[in-house]
């Protein structure tokens, strides 16, 4: 499959997300409880961050035991993470920024790849080695709104999954930018909650997320 068939995969895979929990766990059970919490809510995907050690074995559980969860490994630092992670049967690859060597591998990959940019020299890049979908991040802390509108002018075809800085009160206004297909976030798997068992408050609030989300898209 070329770069341009897996990346329409990676516009569609996060158009039916609409709003991307991003996830850290240090427990198998954390990894299962949260996820389940979150598709119960009507969050179907979740970005996986790499970033505890039990990180690639939830994801490799995730998919034997809740196959209807949608995972993105995400904090995909190396190489190494992303066969690791391909490996473990991820549904998408998502960095935080994409030096060559690793845009060079995520072009080969053979699934959908979220590349990430902060600015509009990086999202060129990307855009000329093929890539159509990228994350914007930190979003909050370059640019945000202001970012994405002026990005919408020169690149509009290149769609844009901003996170970092994005909360329950601005998450309508980062979804109803045209070239926006997607928001990353946390707000609704805040740590305390994940460390404390609190997953009716997670279920609760991907309801809240899922709501926002078709709340924008109904205009």
Request: one cysteine or more.
């Amino acid at each position: 499959m070329s770069i341009a068939e897996h990346q329409k995969r990676a516009e569609s895979l996060l158009l039916a997300a609409g709003i991307l929990p991003v996830v850290t766990v240090h427990t198998l059970d954390q990894a299962r409880a949260v996820s389940a919490a979150l598709l119960e809510g009507g969050l179907p995907a979740i970005e996986l961050t790499l970033r505890t050690p039990v990180a690639m074995e939830a994801l490799a559980m995730l998919k034997r035991e809740l196959p209807d969860v949608v995972v993105g490994a995400g904090t995909v630092l190396t190489v190494a993470q992303m066969q690791q992670s391909i490996d473990a049967g991820a549904d998408f690859l998502v960095t935080p920024g994409t030096p060559a060597h690793m845009a060079d591998a995520l072009a080969q990959a053979a699934l959908p790849v979220v590349p990430g940019a902060a600015s509009p020299t990086e999202m060129l890049v990307l855009y000329a080695r093929g890539f159509r979908v990228c994350k914007l991040f930190p979003a909050s802390a370059v640019g945000g709104l202001a970012m994405i509108k002026g990005l919408a002018g020169p690149i509009p075809d290149l769609k844009l999954c901003p996170t970092g800085g994005i909360t329950e009160d601005t998450a309508a206004e980062y979804l109803e930018q045209k070239n926006v297909v997607c928001i990353g976030g946390s707000w609704m798997v805040p740590g305390s909650w994940i460390e404390h068992g609190q997953w009716d408050k997670v279920r609760d609030s991907a309801a809240q997320a899922a709501k926002i989300v078709a709340r924008v898209r109904a205009h």
